[in-house]
Structures are given as C-alpha cells and as structure tokens.
C-alpha cells in the first residue's frame, strides 16, 4: 500500500529510525515510522483510501500524521523536517527540508537509517552517518555534539539503548553525557517529559541493568538531588521479567526510606495508579510491624493492589507472615452474602456488613469448616 501510494502521489517514502535499526539487528520490534520527502499529511490521507480500518490523526502544525488499526498497531507519518528548539527541554518547531537534514536532526547514528520505499529503489538502505558501522560495532553514537542538549531525554535514551543491545557509547557520546549531567543539561527537562522516558525503560526486559546504569552513571543524582538507595538487584533479575509495571517501580524504591520516597516522588510525575500504589505500600510497610492477629493482616492485604502485596512479601520481615495470611486466605469458601443475609432475617444496615466481616474472620482462622457452621456463626 505504501509503495503504491508513494507512486500515486509521486513522493519519496522511508521506513525510519527504530523499525529500520531493529530490523537489522533481527531484534522484534512493532513501532513503523515513515518519512515522507515532500507532504507527509497529504501522503497519509492518500494512504488511508488503501487502509480502510486504519484511524488517522494529523498533525499539521508538526507535520506529522498517525494511523491506528483495530488490532493496536500503528504507523506513524512524517514529512522531511528540521526541529528547531526554542530552549532546551521545549518542544520542537518544524520546517520543511530533505531526507538527508531529517536524519541528521536524530538522536544517534543507529536511529539515523532509512530504507526506501519507492518502486525504483525498493528496500535500498540510506546510511548517509555510518549507522550501520556502529550497529556492528555495538556503538551508541550522536550525530552532533549538542544532541543531549538539543534533547536531554536522548540522555536517557543512550542508557536505554545501551543497555538493551548491551552496546557502548562512543567516546565524545560518553564524554558528552557526562558533560550534559555535570553541567545539569537534565535538569531542563520537564517533570513529566522526564518520567515519561524513565518508566519507557521500566518498560523494557533489561530495566535493571539500566537502573544500575543511572545510579553510575550520576544521572540520577543529577535528576532527584541526591542518592538513594534504589533496588535495582541482580537477584530480581530473571524474576522481574514478569512483573508488571508497578511491582517494578515499588520494587526499586522499596529499600528507600519513606521520607525520601515521598521527596523523589516529588520530582516525578506518577500516573494516580502509581501514585496511589505507592501510598499504599508506605502505609502498609508502616502498619504491617504492628499488625498482630492473622484477621487484621487480611484486612490490610485482602484490599491491596497485588503489586504491593507481592513487593512487600520480598521482604524477609514481611514474607512469612504475608504467606501465612495468603495461605488462611485460601481456607474461606464464603457462601454468604448480604442478600441471604436480608433472607435470613437480619435487617438491613451496617449490621450486614459486620456479620459479613465476621464469617470470614472465622474461616480465617479455621473456625468454620462448613456451610452449616458458617451460618452458625452468622446467626449467633
Ligand atoms: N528520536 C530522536 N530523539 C528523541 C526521540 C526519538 O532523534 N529524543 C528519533 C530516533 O531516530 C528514533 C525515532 O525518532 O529512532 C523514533 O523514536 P521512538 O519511537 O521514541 O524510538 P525508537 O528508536 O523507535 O525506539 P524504541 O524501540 O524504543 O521504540
């Protein structure tokens, strides 16, 4: 369909950037970015009369435009540009300009390869900054020596690429990274472009090798003001492949004090979910010592975003008795509720909900073995 529509609207079409660099890695990857050398908007209108069920979104003060499929894939479209930034850290102005100008605009010369769409040239790469040198030389390289200026979250993305190619930085990248975090270029960004990048790399396999990458690096010094102490273990390593998003994040920060937790919390700008699961769990992790009987655990736990739970139970202060409580958990087969309570003759009003709390503190404890003793302990 692209081919076809490049011919159609005689323009040059590109895959770009991550698609293209992944491609030659044989590394899996979903995102397709299209840079179109002339009318990018115009391209993707013409393109959406042979991809009826895709959905698309321009934006033309950008020149950019987006198609999403009812599948959740997505292709996304961009005319030739130059951005300009007005301050470090804004967003970019665009203006038109040729292939050659968008690549150099990139963060790194491995995201810098185009393959050609057209008809003529079908399937030619365009390396014009020797990408594919450094793809075989595992080097993460800048194009221009004010890239983590121009961008500061390309900072985050080094570590990030790096570490998930297990590549390196080129020297004057290197050089130019640390320069950018002593001179706190960082510290431009907004509050919520930088959370933005930092949970991308929560997002990825190797997150904790990336972690670590951060602390080493300063950069995270830079970023929160101080250093605290992160998780980022070996030993989770094989583990944390499974685990959502939030059981990554409460893990890393569940060795850092509360106090502190609430400073750098400060300095991100959390979705309510995570934000409301880190609530949670300081509040947990401040009850939980005091918490005697096996009922009022379960009242805690039973209410607790999994995440929480499964990040509190690593540790070894709290595994035991967390797995103890789990495992009495699984001895209640509640077979009341408040309707059969109301059948039973027990009058509406908090009254349910109290004899309902009841019955299920009995079979936690192993009070009840039954259907019959249950309601035994409901009418008493
Ligand atoms: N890009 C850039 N500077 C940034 C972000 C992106 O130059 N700060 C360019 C790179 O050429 C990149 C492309 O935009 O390849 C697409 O960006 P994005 O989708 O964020 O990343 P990918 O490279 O596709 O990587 P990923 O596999 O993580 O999606």
Redesign the pocket.
């Known amino acids: 369909a692209v081919r076809d529509t490049a011919q159609e609207e005689e323009c040059s079409v590109y895959l ?4 293209v ?2 491609l030659l890695l044989s590394f899996p ?1 979903q ?1 397709l ?1 299209f840079v179109v050398e002339g009318n990018g908007g115009q391209f993707a209108q013409a393109l959406m009369k042979r991809l009826p069920e895709g959905k698309l979104t321009q934006h033309v003060k950008f020149g950019t435009a987006h198609i999403s499929f009812p599948n959740g894939s997505h292709l996304d479209v961009a005319s030739t540009r130059v951005e300009y930034y007005s301050f470090p850290g804004a967003l970019p102005q665009v203006e038109e300009s040729c292939l050659r100008d968008d690549l150099f ?3 790194f010369t491995i ?2 390869m185009a393959i050609c769409l057209n008809s003529e040239h079908f399937g030619e790469l365009v390396d014009y900054y020797g990408g594919k040198r450094d793809l075989q030389q595992g080097k993460i390289r800048f194009l221009h020596n004010l890239s983590f200026i121009e ?1 500061p ?2 900072m985050l ?1 080094a570590v990030r690429f790096a570490r998930r190619y297990n590549f390196k930085l080129a020297k004057e990248t290197l050089e130019a990274l640390f320069t950018a975090i002593e001179t706190g270029v960082l510290l431009k960004l907004s509050v919520e472009r930088f959370t933005e990048e930092l949970f ?1 790399i929560f997002q990825e396999d190797n997150y904790i090798s990336m972690g670590q990458t951060l602390i080493r690096s300063g950069l995270f010094q830079g970023w929160f003001g101080e250093d605290y102490s992160w998780n980022f273990s070996e030993d989770d390593v094989q583990e944390s492949v499974g685990w959502p998003l939030d059981q990554r994040w409460l893990s890393c920060i569940s060795r850092i004090n509360s106090e502190d937790i609430e400073k750098l919390c400060g300095r991100l700008s959390l979705n309510k979910t995570l934000r409301d699961e880190t609530q949670i769990f300081l509040h947990l992790r401040a009850v939980l010592p005091k918490t005697q009987s096996i009922s009022e655990l379960d009242q805690l736990i039973s209410k607790a975003p999994q995440g929480v739970i499964a990040v509190l139970a690593q540790d070894e202060h709290f595994r035991p008795r967390i797995m103890d409580c789990l495992e009495s958990e699984k001895r209640i087969r509640m077979t009341l509720d408040g309707k059969k309570l109301l059948q039973m003759g027990v009058k509406e009003g908090p009254i349910i909900g109290e004899i309902l709390e009841q019955v299920r503190r009995a079979w936690l404890e192993g009070k009840i073995h039954s259907t019959e003793e249950e309601r035994e302990v409901a009418q008493q």
Do not use: K
Not at 16 to 19: E, I, K, N, Q, T
């Open positions: 770009v950037g991550g698609f660099r992944d990857t995102d970015d605009r990139r963060d995201n810098s961008d979250t390309r993305r991308v």
